[in-house]
T-cell receptor, first 116, second 110 residues
Framework: KAGVTQTPRYLIKTRGQQVTLSCSPISGHRSVSWYQQTPGQGLQFLFEYFSETQRNKGNFPGRFSGRQFSNSRSEMNVSTLELGDSALYLC???????????????FGQGTRLTVV | QKEVEQNSGPLSVPEGAIASLNCTYSDRGSQSFFWYRQYSGKSPELIMFIYSNGDKEDGRFTAQLNKASQYVSLLIRDSQPSDSATYLCAVAGGYQKVTFGIGTKLQVIP
């Protein structure tokens, strides 16, 4: 079974630009979550999508947005990039159980974004 | 106060010893608890999850949960140099909203 695939692996962008990151979950997984990882803040939750609906959102500005397609693939967009957006962006997929209890997540290799 | 607290370490243990990693959380409504391991330059990988109070064992790993004290721990028996990594504690309510701790860096000394 293929794992979670994120593209691209590395990106260099200039301040003010926008960027789109892509995530393909494990086959059959309908939940996709996005995280930002930085040395100082650790892993921070951005948002989670399930069946094309955003169910949860972390404390990030509106410049960070996402969407999920009918095949469960997800994209994350960051507009008007700032230097502080430089980070590793991780996508994780899950197969939620009935009852809503959070289940284990499987992470992709991440996209390393550098804003200059 | 951070929602999930971990000592960032490094925690150094000799090879063959027991490594004890600890985590506290603030949300009493949390239902799901996870330990992930992250090697330098790699993405996190799941070690264990636990939902109920008590101990859960998987090979050399034991997760312990005490909801009354809002405390989760991970014990690694017979620590190996290959266990050297950062261990992330993660806590969640429902619907996949997961909060991670900063992670504890473990160094196993040969």
């Amino acid at each position: 079974k293929a794992g979670v695939t994120q593209t691209p692996r590395y990106l260099i962008k200039t301040r003010g630009q926008q960027v789109t990151l892509s995530c393909s979950p494990i086959s059959g997984h309908r939940s996709v979550s996005w995280y930002q990882q930085t040395p100082g803040q650790g892993l921070q939750f951005l948002f989670e999508y399930f069946s094309e609906t955003q169910r949860n959102k972390g404390n990030f500005p509106g410049r960070f947005s996402g969407r999920q397609f009918s095949n469960s693939r997800s994209e994350m967009n960051v507009s008007t990039l700032e230097l502080g957006d430089s980070a590793l962006y991780l996508c994780a997929s899950s197969s939620p159980r009935t009852g809503g209890k959070t289940t284990e997540a499987f992470f992709g290799q991440g996209t390393r974004l550098t804003v200059v | 106060q951070k929602e999930v607290e971990q000592n960032s370490g490094p925690l150094s243990v000799p090879e063959g010893a027991i490594a004890s990693l600890n985590c506290t959380y603030s949300d009493r409504g949390s239902q799901s608890f996870f330990w992930y391991r992250q090697y330098s330059g790699k993405s996190p990988e799941l070690i264990m999850f636990i939902y109920s109070n008590g101990d859960k064992e998987d090979g050399r790993f034991t997760a312990q949960l005490n909801k009354a004290s809002q405390y989760v721990s991970l014990l690694i028996r017979d620590s190996q140099p290959s266990d050297s990594a950062t261990y992330l504690c993660a806590v969640a309510g429902g619907y996949q909203k997961v909060t991670f701790g900063i992670g504890t860096k473990l160094q196993v000394i040969p």
